[in-house]
C-alpha cells in the first residue's frame, strides 16, 4: 500500500490501514514523544493518545503538503497540551537583557562524538521543562521564536531566553559528561 492508500483506508476506519500507518510512523512519533516527556512510559502514552488522535481526525487531512508533517503538528501539539496540563512548561523568565547574546561555544567539538543520542536525549530531558521544551521546538522541530511564542502562549523574548539557558545548560552537561568520561 501507498501513503495514499493507507490514508484513505485509515478515513475508512479499516484496520489493516491503521496498523500499516502506525507501524510506519510509530517511531518517528515516539521520539517527538520522548523529547516532550520525561521517561519512557509519559512518551507511550502519549504515543497512544497522538495515534487515537491521528486515526479519529484524520478524515481533516487535506492532502495538501505532508502527510508525516500533520502528524508531527498533532503529536507535538498534543505533547504541548500535556505538559499544559501538567503546569510545569513554564519557567519564571528573569530579566531578560540580562541574557548574554553569545553563548560559550567552547565545549571541546572533537569529544562532541563520545556522547549517543540516548545519552543527550536524557540531558535534555533533565533539563527544566519550559528549557528543554523550547529546546526541542527551537532547536530539534525547527520552529521560530515567534511560532514558539504562539505556541506555548509566551513572549518571543522568553523564547530566546529559554532556549539560551537551555544551550548553556545543555553544554554544561556535555563539558560535565566529557570530563567524567575522560
Known amino acids: 500500500m501507498n501513503e495514499l492508500q493507507i490514508i484513505a483506508g485509515c478515513k475508512e476506519q479499516k484496520r489493516e ?12 512519533m515516539y521520539s517527538i514523544c520522548l523529547r516532550y516527556s520525561s521517561d519512557q ?17 484524520i478524515g481533516s487531512f487535506q492532502e495538501k503538503g505532508s502527510f508525516e ?12 497540551e500535556n505538559l499544559r496540563k501538567r503546569k510545569s512548561i513554564y519557567q519564571s523568565s528573569d530579566d531578560i537583557q540580562n541574557i548574554p547574546d553569545v553563548v560559550d561555544e567552547s565545549t571541546e567539538d572533537n569529544q562532541m562524538y563520545k556522547i549517543s543520542e540516548m545519552e543527550l ?7 527544566p521543562r519550559g528549557y528543554s521544551t523550547v529546546f526541542n521546538l527551537y532547536a530539534i522541530e ?20 529559554q532556549y539560551v539557558r537551555a544551550r548553556q545548560m545543555l553544554q554544561e ?10
Not at 552537561?173 to 575522560?182: D, F, G, H, P
Request: proline letters at 0%; hydrophobic letters at 40%; charged letters at 30%.
Open 142 to 161: 525547527d520552529y521560530s521564536h515567534k511560532e514558539i511564542a504562539e505556541m506555548l502562549d509566551i513572549s518571543e523574548g522568553t523564547s530566546r531566553s
Open 41 to 57: 512510559a509519559g512518551a507511550q502514552d502519549l504515543l497512544q493518545d497522538g495515534f487515537l488522535k491521528v486515526f479519529t481526525h
Open 69 to 80: 508533517g500533520w502528524l508531527k503538528r498533532i503529536f507535538i501539539n498534543l505533547s504541548l
Open 17 to 28: 490501514a491503521q496498523r500499516i500507518l502506525y507501524e510506519k510512523y510509530a517511531r518517528k
Open 173 to 182: 552537561k556535555v563539558k560535565q559528561y566529557i570530563k567524567e568520561r575522560s
Open 121 to 127: 536525549l536524557k540531558m535534555v530531558q533533565e533539563l
